[in-house]
């Protein structure tokens, strides 16, 4: 490389590229930072999404509960079963999309609702309140089954323990979110520290580079200018005491010929 | 002075980096592209842009002072640390700002002091980095930009001048082309043959390569958290001190054995004194930790003694025990083990026995001429007397060691470090030895010291790595004439 055309070029271009890759480098580590921050907020509709549907599973049971136990409707009698098995499956697809930590949360969870479903198959099982359908019916009602009691007393323990529970699974979901949200307010500096690299890398060679131009192109120009003041004016020997290179070295041979030409002549 | 040549030598220093970020690069990416491979790409990138910047404007120049030399020589080890800092950086994890630098300039001075926690959990490729950082530390950065040079004139001389200290010089006999050639080939020799026996004593190779660059540097890091006690094996261990120990000893010395040259390893009074320092050393470790019943047989601490005696007088600092539990007496001699060191002319840091064998000469030589006033006695190496310029050099340098490691330690207890915890980390550091002892203890890391103590550590690590007088010069170079 000899030209001070092509040096000042190629250190044009080395700033121009480097303020391109930390261009680069900013908007590769922001969408990085953008995709930690929509991962987490998919995480957390997701969580609430899950939660709505556990809720959802076990207010249907207990409906379903209502209407075969208190109301006394046989028809109810298999969709006990069918909301406890989507229930269940609302647990299942839930567990699977939970973190390994949260594990514990639904053991427990599908325990409980075990034995919500046992206190209802109990009932089902010993065909209780078919029987006691049929005497009642005989009977006039005077041998009635008091389903409220049975509610009240048998089965809402095992229902507020499930809820209980879901609420648990759910704060659980909730705070695992949390630590990962800090952990990203906490490290968002990390992301910019290429940029922040590149950029401290780009002011150490723009200060190189202004120099080095000071050094070779500026500092040889201004001392030619002044050496051939001082030839014009008093005549003193033209010097240039700075380092020359590339077309500033041919211009001040060609000054230089041009002040000894005349004096050779004479 | 010309700062625009300074500059360009430190570029063309910082090449040899780049070049050695783009092979761990490389390592990352056949590891499965981990994830420091964008760090070292990146990294390598705007050192590669540092480097060349200054070579497109810069003319090339065969003569530089003594006072560029001297410039070039600390500018380059600075810059390369502030340099060997942005992969580390990039990457994250356990790396602050002051983290970073801290791991950046232990591996280049090759001290071998960590900062992290869990090794374990960095990608391949900022490990092979780490190890590249202290394998090119350990002849000299400078060192490394000269062997990939060509011969530019007396600049090279006046480099390797610089770089070597004046104790090495000694066994160097030859034009400095050729110098520069027995350092490079003894030293890349040297890895290759402990990476070979590291493979066949059981190692698998990336780690045999990173611990035989870490031994044959002297600088102790290690891939594993639990360092080399992890692959308890008395093999690994003894070739591991085989090859920490030929490191210790001057390399002028190893290829005039190999040569087989009048000054070779056999001949050289210092490495006799120095393999005796080591053996008596280990012996009596031994004998201390068996008698108060540390270790059941004496089989057992003579191997834990002579692991750990080779490692810090070599000032590696690999360990193999847990040295805060032995015996005060045994601490006592590893603390003189880590402030004498290994011989001149080799990738150990520290004291060097040349010089404690010549103050002690010099004591002797002092006492008789008490006696025998009229007497005149000469200190001789080898039996060669020694220039009474070198030997001031040398009283100055001791005097100057031992003022830099009670300034570390006073610095170090302001700060809240307790007394033994402040001194052995200021003389682990200043004799590049890496581990100390209590909250720097062998199997310890420097992670819960402040801040400031650890920024006064990098410091002194430096320092002792240019023997003092170099960085000193630095602050005064305007008053130099």
Redesign the interface.
């Known amino acids: 490389m000899t030209g001070i055309r092509k040096r000042v070029t190629i250190g044009f271009l080395s700033i121009v590229v480097l303020l391109f890759f930390s261009g680069l480098v900013s908007l590769f580590e922001l969408n990085n930072m953008s995709g930690d921050i929509d991962s987490i907020l998919s995480s957390n509709r997701r969580s609430i999404e899950l939660s709505e549907n556990l809720l959802d599973g076990i207010r249907q049971y207990d409906r379903a509960v209502i209407n075969y136990a208190v109301f006394r409707d046989s028809m109810y009698t298999d969709s006990c079963r069918v909301c406890y098995e989507n229930f269940s499956s609302k647990i299942a697809q839930a567990r699977s999309e939970a973190t390994k930590s949260a594990a514990p949360l639904f053991d427990s969870l599908q325990m409980v609702a075990s034995e919500l479903r046992d206190v209802v198959d109990d009932l089902r099982k010993n065909r209780r309140i078919e029987n006691l359908l049929k005497l009642d019916d005989m009977s006039g009602g005077a041998l009635s089954f008091d389903g409220r009691t049975w509610y009240d007393r048998h089965y809402l323990p095992a229902y507020n323990a499930a809820s209980s529970s879901i609420m648990r699974v759910m704060s659980h979901a909730q705070s695992s979110l949390s630590p990962r949200a800090e952990r990203l307010s906490r490290n968002a500096y990390r992301a910019v520290t290429p940029v922040f690299i590149s950029l401290v890398v780009m002011i150490v060679i723009l200060l190189m580079f202004f120099y080095f131009i000071m050094i070779y192109a500026l500092k040889p120009i201004v001392e030619m200018n002044k050496s051939l003041g001082d030839w014009i004016r008093y005549k003193l020997p033209f010097t240039v005491k700075s380092e020359c290179r590339d077309e500033l070295q041919e211009l001040k041979d060609k000054i230089d010929s041009v002040i000894n030409t005349p004096k050779m002549q004479k | 002075m010309r ?2 040549v300074v ?1 360009r030598y430190i570029g063309i220093v910082e090449l040899v980096l780049a070049a050695f970020m783009l092979m761990s690069a490389t390592i990352s990416y056949v590891s499965n592209v981990d994830s420091s491979y964008a ?1 070292l790409v ?2 390598s ?2 050192t590669l ?2 480097g060349a ?2 070579l ?4 090339r120049t065969d003569r530089i002072s003594q006072k560029e030399g001297y410039c070039i020589v600390v500018g380059s080890w600075i810059v390369s640390s502030v340099v060997g800092m ?1 992969p580390y ?2 990457w ?1 994890g356990e790396f602050t700002i002051i983290n970073a630098w801290f791991e950046s300039v232990s591996g280049f001075t090759t001290t071998g002091a960590s900062i992290l926690n869990n090794i374990e959990a960095l990608p391949r490729g900022l490990l092979f980095w780490r190890m590249s950082t202290c394998w090119i530390g350990g002849i000299g950065v400078v060192m490394f930009a000269l062997v990939i040079l060509p011969s530019i004139g007396k600049s090279k001389m006046m480099l390797s001048n610089v770089e070597i200290s004046s104790l090495a010089r000694d066994n160097f006999n030859y034009r400095t082309q050729t110098l520069v050639r027995i350092i490079i080939s003894v030293y890349v020799g040297m890895t290759i043959i402990t990476t070979i026996a590291l493979k066949l004593g059981g190692m698998c190779w990336f780690d045999a390569v990173c611990h035989a660059m870490s031994a044959c540097s002297t600088c102790g890091f290690s891939t594993k958290n639990l360092s080399i006690g992890y692959f308890n094996s008395a093999t690994l261990e003894f070739i591991l001190m085989c090859a920490m120990a030929i490191a210790g000893i001057h390399f002028g010395l190893i290829y005039g054995t190999i040569t087989r040259k009048p000054n070779n390893v056999f001949r050289s009074e210092i490495t006799r004194i120095y393999f005796a320092m080591m053996g008596t050393a280990a012996l009596l470790i031994a004998l201390s930790l068996w008698i108060a019943d540390i270790y059941p047989t004496i089989f057992a601490s003579l191997r834990h003694s002579l692991f750990q005696v080779v490692s810090l007088t070599t000032t590696t600092g690999y360990a193999t025990a847990d040295c805060n539990t032995w015996t005060p007496f045994a601490i006592m001699i590893l603390l003189f083990c880590s402030i004498v060191c290994a011989c001149a002319g080799s990738t150990s840091g520290g004291l060097k026995v040349d010089r404690l064998v010549l103050a002690i000469k010099m004591l002797r030589n002092k006492l008789r001429s008490q006696q025998h006033p009229n007497a005149i006695f000469r200190t001789k190496i080898d039996g060669v007397a020694q220039d009474q310029d070198m030997l001031n050099t040398v009283m100055v340098y001791i005097v100057a060691f031992m003022l830099l490691i009670l300034t570390g330690t006073f610095i170090n207890t302001l700060f809240g470090c307790d007394l033994l915890t402040g001194f052995s980390a200021s003389l682990a550091c200043a004799s590049n030895v890496g581990p100390g002892f209590g909250e720097v203890g062998t199997l310890d890391n420097y992670s819960a010291l402040p801040m400031i103590v650890k920024m006064n550590l990098s410091f002194i690590m430096l320092f002792g790595r240019l023997e003092i007088f170099g960085l000193i010069q630095l602050f005064f170079i305007r008053w130099w004439r």
């Open positions: 700062y625009s500059i760090p990146m990294s990138l705007l842009l540092l910047f200054p497109i404007f810069v003319p942005f950086l990039m994250g």
